[in-house]
T-cell receptor
Framework: QQQVKQSPQSLIVQKGGISIINCAYE??????FPWYQQFPGKGPALLIA?????SEKKEGRFTISFNKSAKQFSLHIMDSQPGDSATYFC???????????FGKGTMLLVSP | DSGVTQTPKHLITATGQRVTLRCSPR?????VYWYQQSLDQGLQFLIQ???????AKGNILERFSAQQFPDLHSELNLSSLELGDSALYFC?????????????????FGPGTRLTVL
């Protein structure tokens, strides 16, 4: 059972554009939603994370929007740059348990 | 550099064989997690160890096993290997404050071991 569904699988955005990746979760016990960024040949690295008591979190060009009633959250990358080209994973976790359930990933390509 | 080390970087072996993947967590981290990454399944959680004890189990096959040693390094053992076991295997570590909220438990991933089963 896939508990975190992520879309799209791949995304091509022009430099300077907005990249949007969406995730939906099923487990209502999840209370921590991180996004990980993975470059080719590297392990995933935490990019930004949100807890469901806020509807939005912004760090630089990266913003998470969270809709608790819809059980959805999304990552917005403003002013996308070629250096943002990577695979992005959303995830969910349950307080008291540190294991993460990942979405299947979105391969982002930002064209120059 | 996350501070998590994994060896070897690449591993090529034949079906039916047994391999051991090694992970050293960041200094001070008590939890180690193992993940399998493949194109069709994405990042799948396999198993977690906390301070030497198994804490959580995910989609880990019976042919796979893991352990965490007193110095906190961990090994993932894969046996009776099949073609479908070819994948990237990642280790991650976290402080894992007991009973703490998940937001305190950022996982730091190692560079991975690429396993190819021929």
């Amino acid at each position: 059972q896939q508990q975190v569904k992520q879309s799209p699988q791949s995304l091509i955005v022009q430099k300077g554009g907005i990249s949007i990746i969406n995730c939906a979760y099923e487990n209502t016990a999840f209370d921590y939603f991180p996004w990980y960024q993975q470059f080719p040949g590297k392990g995933p690295a935490l990019l930004i994370a949100i807890r469901p008591d806020v509807s939005e979190k912004k760090e630089g060009r990266f913003t998470i929007s969270f809709n608790k009633s819809a059980k959805q959250f999304s990552l917005h990358i403003m002013d996308s740059q070629p250096g943002d080209s990577a695979t992005y994973f959303c995830a969910g976790s349950n307080s008291g348990y540190s294991t993460l359930t990942f979405g299947k990933g979105t391969m982002l390509l930002v064209s120059p | 550099d996350s501070g998590v080390t994994q060896t070897p970087k690449h591993l090529i072996t034949a079906t039916g064989q047994r391999v051991t993947l090694r992970c050293s967590p960041r200094s001070g981290d008590l939890s180690v997690y193992w993940y399998q990454q493949s194109l069709d399944q994405g990042l799948q959680f396999l198993i977690q160890y906390y301070n030497g004890e198994e804490r959580a189990k995910g989609n880990i096959l019976e042919r796979f096993s893991a352990q965490q040693f007193p110095d906190l390094h961990s090994e993932l053992n894969l046996s009776s290997l099949e073609l479908g076991d070819s994948a990237l295997y990642f280790c991650a570590s976290s402080v894992d404050l007991a009973g703490g909220p998940s937001s305190y438990n950022e996982q730091f991933f190692g560079p991975g071991t690429r396993l190819t089963v021929l």
